[in-house]
């Protein structure tokens, strides 16, 4: 059996950067990168590092991984259309596979590596701190287009409650209540970050842990997105 | 409407007529333009709430609301409880903490309002009536307004009521009530244009939800992160200036004008002042124009 079928990954391509859904994916990281430069070509070396972890972490990361995570399976299951592509004679879980894997390298092109590069383009002396951001939103820009990829295929809602999830609990409450560390994404990655440079902040789950919790969130998530689709019921608008 | 055939007046069958089936036309009286806009504001107003449609989509709208008057009960709790002399959190500072609510709030239920009749085509029916469709937009942009400032004014009311049952000074309560609910309703009407603009752009809604989200919540916190930079390098107008280029930021400026809250780079200068509030007044009639241009010719189609 193959994991990937070529034909879907195109499509699902072609869902993501088609018209102006792949113009907005690539405004959210330009704009950091802007203003990454920007702030760097008036202010000196190492000031304003905080458009990493504030702008581009916790909002654009998250938002570029919904998105993009949307956009291959979401409209599909908006209009209908999915059940053409589930007709045909491939594994759901080959098509929810192709589908994240489409997501994920739009994940990491478009919200991980810009990071990395507004990193390295605010403080260029310690590009040891560029990489442990680039690796931090690496491995939950994974997590989240699962987990987003995920909510795509149970609801139709699935754009908001990843709007919910991530500015609300991770958000909201995770500022205010700090258990939540261990049942958010952002976090995991930042433990990972924090693994490689001491600038990041560590936010006390464990490497392991974080690790861990980010693997089964990425695996379950991708294999509950091919059991709906296995399982599939076409629902009207409400 | 003309009748083509030997009319039989409705009153038995003429032989080959076979148009007039001898139904009964409507002849009540018709209500102006000014009843159906205000039929479909209240629909729509309802509609933002969930009201009038299914039982689950009146789950978020309603969750929404709870979560944004939960801090109310929590800060008139220990208001009360602990005999404050003034509110732990300011009236109008309450809608910048929770702008992420407020956000999601806007984005998900523009598209309900904006987007749904335009992806299932109903929006030709709507316009085959005698309505134009600038009264559409309008009509559908004062719903979403007026849904909005539920969202806003709810809190304020409730902070005001448990400030005055709690006997704070009157007078001074009242007036910081009143310039929180200006600040609101400026707040609303830019935020109600910029979604309603985005959703009645993009069909789809979860794209619509997402763009909405991105522009208002990733451009606050560019802006911020832009203010904190110039407030640490002590050139705070570089701050102040781009406070211009956010619905957030614009109301956070000009509450520091209007009010002693504290934020950051508050506008100095009576020049400065005027200028955040006349582009937030600007930000409302550009987006609500820009609106009616697009309605103007999807009519034209």
Known sequence: ?238 | MADPVPSGGGRGPVSGAIYDLGYRPYDGPRNGLGAIAWALFVEGFRNAFGLGRSGRSKVLPFLLLGINLLPVVIIVGVLVFIHLDELPLGYAAYASRTQVLLSIFVAAQAPVLFSRDLRHGTIALYLARPLPSTAYAVARWASLLAATLVFLLTPILALYLGAVLGELDFGEQTAAALKAALLAVLLATGLTGISGLIASVSVRRGFAVVATIAVLLLGNGVVTAVQGISEEQSRPRIGEVAGLFSPYSLYRGAMGALTDERVLTPPTGGGLQAAYFGVMVALALVSLGALLVRYRRLAGR
Do not use: C
Not at chain 1, 47 to 54: A, C, W
Not at chain 1, 127 to 142: D, E, H
Not at chain 1, 191 to 207: F, K, R
């Open chain 1, 1 to 238: 059996m193959t994991v990937l079928n070529p034909t879907i990954l195109r499509l699902s391509a072609q869902a993501l950067l088609g018209r102006r859904r792949g113009l907005v994916l690539m405004l959210i990281p330009g704009l950091v990168l802007v203003l990454a430069v920007v702030v760097r070509a008036l202010t000196e070396e190492g000031v304003g590092y905080d458009i990493v972890s504030e702008v581009g972490y916790t909002l654009a990361l998250p938002i570029v991984a919904l998105l993009a995570a949307s956009a291959v399976l979401g409209p599909e299951i908006d209009d209908g259309s999915i059940v053409y592509l589930i007709a045909k004679p491939v594994p759901r879980h080959a098509v929810a596979v192709s589908k994240y894997v489409v997501a994920w390298l739009a994940t990491v092109a478009l919200g991980a590596f810009p990071l990395f590069l507004a990193g390295v383009v605010l403080d260029a002396s310690e590009p040891g701190r560029a990489v442990a951001w680039g690796f931090a939103s690496l491995v939950s820009g994974t997590a989240y287009t699962a987990l987003f990829l995920g909510l795509a295929a149970l609801t139709r809602h699935a754009v908001v409650i990843g709007l919910l999830y991530v500015l609300l609990w991770e958000g909201l409450l995770g500022a205010l209540l700090t258990g939540i560390r261990w049942l958010a994404i952002g976090p995991w990655g930042l433990q990972v970050g924090s693994a490689i440079s001491d600038a990041v902040d560590e936010p006390g789950t464990g490497l392991t842990y974080a690790l861990l919790a980010a693997l089964v969130v990425t695996a379950g998530s991708v294999w509950f997105a091919g059991d709906r689709l296995r399982s599939f019921t076409l629902r009207g608008d409400e």
